[in-house]
T-cell receptor, first 112, second 114 residues
Framework: SQQGEEDPQALSIQEGENATMNCSYK?????LQWYRQNSGRGLVHLIL?????REKHSGRLRVTLDTSKKSSSLLITASRAADTASYFC????????????FGKGTKLTVNP | KAGVTQTPRYLIKTRGQQVTLSCSPI?????VSWYQQTPGQGLQFLFE???????NKGNFPGRFSGRQFSNSRSEMNVSTLELGDSALYLC?????????????FGEGSRLTVL
């Protein structure tokens, strides 16, 4: 069963607008990563945030992490049509048996 | 440098058959992990290999198995295929063990079970 959950499941916006996606997870994590997947392709790493960090920026991306709420958000500013993709959060769990936990992804559509 | 290569990209099998998928990681990467992606269940972790040893395993039945060779290439095998095994199978590599750094994904092998 999924141990991560992205919200919303689908998001449709206009070019130039900001897109915010949220992720919640159930286990304690060492770090959380966001990935992007174009339709039916492999995933591409976007950004990693460690459990002792609260916020991180990379270009038009801003990620926050709240370990007390077990949640993270990804903000894409000034979105472009090329940002259309599915976005996944991936938690790297703590403990001796580290597993990746994924959500089902947020499908973002940016309309030109 | 070359990315992660998965073969075959597409394949069709019938119920009861078995299938072997291959993954060649990025040169120098010793960790290879496998994932199943379906519309209903999303992305699920299958297993991870590091230096030819299985380090972690997801919650999949024993019909799903894998191995890693000394050159870090990995294969996964699914025996006695079921309709529900139809999915995109992704592999990813990284230089070190699963807890550090980013994963580099291949384009996937799309399996259809009829």
């Amino acid at each position: 069963s999924q141990q991560g959950e992205e919200d919303p499941q689908a998001l449709s916006i206009q070019e130039g607008e900001n897109a915010t996606m949220n992720c919640s997870y159930k286990t304690s994590i060492n770090n959380l990563q966001w990935y992007r997947q174009n339709s039916g392709r492999g995933l591409v790493h976007l950004i990693l945030i460690r459990s002792n960090e609260r916020e991180k920026h990379s270009g038009r991306l801003r990620v926050t992490l709240d370990t007390s709420k077990k949640s993270s958000s990804l903000l894409i500013t000034a979105s472009r049509a090329a940002d259309t993709a599915s976005y996944f959060c991936v938690g790297i769990s703590q403990g001796g048996s580290e597993k990746l936990v994924f959500g089902k992804g947020t499908k973002l559509t940016v309309n030109p | 440098k070359a990315g992660v290569t998965q073969t075959p990209r597409y394949l069709i099998k019938t119920r009861g058959q078995q299938v072997t998928l291959s993954c060649s990681p990025i040169s120098g990467h010793r960790s290879v992990s496998w994932y199943q992606q379906t519309p209903g269940q999303g992305l699920q972790f299958l297993f991870e290999y590091f230096s030819e040893t299985q380090r972690n395993k997801g919650n999949f039945p024993g019909r799903f198995s894998g191995r890693q060779f000394s050159n870090s290439r990995s294969e996964m095998n699914v025996s006695t295929l079921e309709l529900g095994d139809s999915a995109l199978y992704l592999c990813a590599s990284r230089r070190r063990e699963i807890s550090t750094g980013e994963l580099f994904f291949g384009e996937g092998s799309r399996l259809t079970v009829l």
